[in-house]
C-alpha cells in the first residue's frame, strides 16, 4: 500500500521535534575552570592590532563567539580551544587574502584577548516535561499528533498549489488569447 502524497512518515516528525529541540536549547554557563572546546559559546573582550598599531574595528568588548562555528578569522577560534574563564591570550593570524576590508586582507594581525564567560548549548530532553513547556500539550504525543498534522496541511496546500501552476500552464500553453 502507498502513502499518500500528503502523508508524513514518522521519520519527518522526528527531524522536526529535533530542529524543535535545538530551537529551544538554552545557554548555561560552565562551571569555573572548565576548557574551551567546539561547540562552547564563548564571550572575550579584544584588541587587535598590525604592525603593532591598534587597526579600526580591531577592539571590541563583550563579543560572543561559537567555537569552531566559522564565525571568525581562519584560525582565531581554534587558538581560544582550551581557554578559560579569565584567561588572557595572544591569537595571531593572517587576513585572508580576499577579505572584505582591503586595508587588512592578506596582512598579520596579532589579538590580545580576554575570555570573559563560557557557556555550552543544553538541548532539552524529548519528552513530556518538554512538551508541557511548548504549551497546551499534556504530553509528547499530542505534540506529535499535532506536529504531523500541521505537516500533511502544509504537504497539501503545496500538492493543490503545485496541481493549479500545472493546470494554469497547460490552459496558457493550448489555449491562445489576446493581452489587452
Do not use: W
Not at 150 to 160: D, L, Q, W
Amino acid at each position: 500500500a502507498q502513502r499518500p502524497p500528503s502523508s508524513v512518515a514518522d521519520e519527518e516528525v522526528d527531524q522536526e521535534l529535533e530542529k524543535l529541540r535545538e530551537r529551544h536549547a538554552q545557554l548555561v554557563e560552565e562551571p569555573e575552570g572548565v576548557a574551551a572546546a567546539n561547540g562552547h559559546y564563548l564571550n572575550m573582550d579584544f584588541e587587535g592590532r598590525i604592525d603593532g598599531v591598534a587597526f579600526e574595528g580591531g577592539t571590541a568588548k563583550d563579543v560572543t563567539v561559537e567555537i569552531g562555528g566559522g564565525q571568525l578569522i581562519p584560525g582565531f577560534d581554534e587558538q581560544l580551544l582550551g581557554a578559560t574563564v579569565g584567561e588572557e591570550r595572544t591569537v595571531r593570524v593572517r587576513f585572508p587574502d580576499d577579505y572584505g576590508q582591503p586595508g587588512l586582507a592578506g596582512k598579520d594581525a596579532e589579538f590580545a584577548v580576554r575570555v570573559t564567560l563560557l557557556r555550552r548549548r543544553d538541548i532539552p530532553v524529548l519528552d513530556d516535561e518538554f512538551a508541557r513547556d511548548l504549551g497546551d500539550f499534556e504530553n509528547l504525543e499530542q505534540v506529535r499528533a499535532k506536529m504531523r498534522e500541521s505537516m500533511e496541511a502544509a504537504r497539501e496546500r503545496n500538492a493543490k498549489a503545485t496541481l493549479r501552476r500545472t493546470v494554469l500552464d497547460a490552459l496558457i500553453e493550448r489555449v491562445p488569447f489576446e493581452v489587452p
